[in-house]
């Protein structure tokens, strides 16, 4: 009850006066039910909150912003693990879908779950695009959590490629976990469309289910190693290099291997863990750098 009743305030930008720090000690204890130790983290949770606040560099603005990452991330490990792009937008009343292909993804740069997927452009509800897509970019995501990187990206529109995978039925997107610049686990988020709703399943270095959840179940189907796994995990920890954490993201189609994002927070960090011990064990993963910032 009283984590809905912060998120629904929070969405209203009733706590946007607070400063960051004391949002994120009020949010913790609302969504976690606990209190924070933000001077001594020890938890993987407490540590995300910990970066938010004290890890504030430059460059991570450009890695969450959706459009300008696929630059920096070509510029790493190579243009052909990019989505192709076909347009940029600064507002939804710019695009023209006479000029679109059949199958298109239309997402915001700024945010999470601005995205609109047409998988047939003459089903396609322009007046629900329109409208979500318009929320989405009025919004500053930063206030949701806190989330630093997030607080300066210039809220654009960008028309992607449809990614569609012809082996499996469903897109899996691999998410890699990399502490310290290094892939410790990942897992897979699935089971979308499905009316027991979103799996999250963990795995280990080798591909074992791990012994946990967070927030979500994990799914009960097997769940294949992907046939690039192993080069997931090179290019993640390319992009992970000199990162206390990051969530590389990653798709498998048709055989090829395609950036998704990179992420700094999952969950917002205030996702619980099933058993508790394993916010601990990820906690322990993760080696905090020297504080850089003072609050703002």
Known sequence: MKARIFKAL??????????????????????MDRKINIDAPQTFNEKLQWLKLYDRKPVYTTMVDKYEVKKYVADIIGEE???????????????????????????CTHDSGGVVVCKDKQKLDLKEAKLKINT?????????????????????????????????????DYKFMCFNGKVKCSFVCSDRRSKEGLKVTFFDLDWNKMPF????????????????YDKMIELSEKLAKDLPFARIDFYE?????????????????????????????????LKLPERNLNEK
Request: net charge negative; with cysteine; proline share 7%.
């Open 10 to 31: 929070a969405r209203r930008h009733l706590f946007d006066f607070l400063s960051d720090k004391a949002y994120i000690r009020l949010m913790y204890s609302c969504i």
């Open 81 to 107: 693990y990019i989505i192709p792009t076909i347009a940029v937008y600064s507002s939804f009343d710019e695009i023209d879908f006479d000029k679109l292909p059949n199958k298109f993804v239309i997402k």
């Open 136 to 172: 989405c970019l009025k919004n500053n995501f930063f206030y949701v959590g806190r989330e630093w990187p997030y607080k300066n990206v210039k809220p654009r529109i960008i028309i992607e490629e449809f990614m569609e995978d012809h082996v499996n039925e469903d897109l899996n």
């Open 213 to 228: 959840e967070r927030h979500y179940p994990a799914s009960n189907k097997e769940i294949p190693k992907p046939v690039n």
């Open 253 to 285: 189609v048709d055989g090829r291997v395609y950036f998704g994002e990179i992420t700094f927070f999952p969950g917002n960090g205030v996702e619980e863990f099933t058993p508790e011990k394993w916010d601990y064990e990820l906690g322990s993963w």
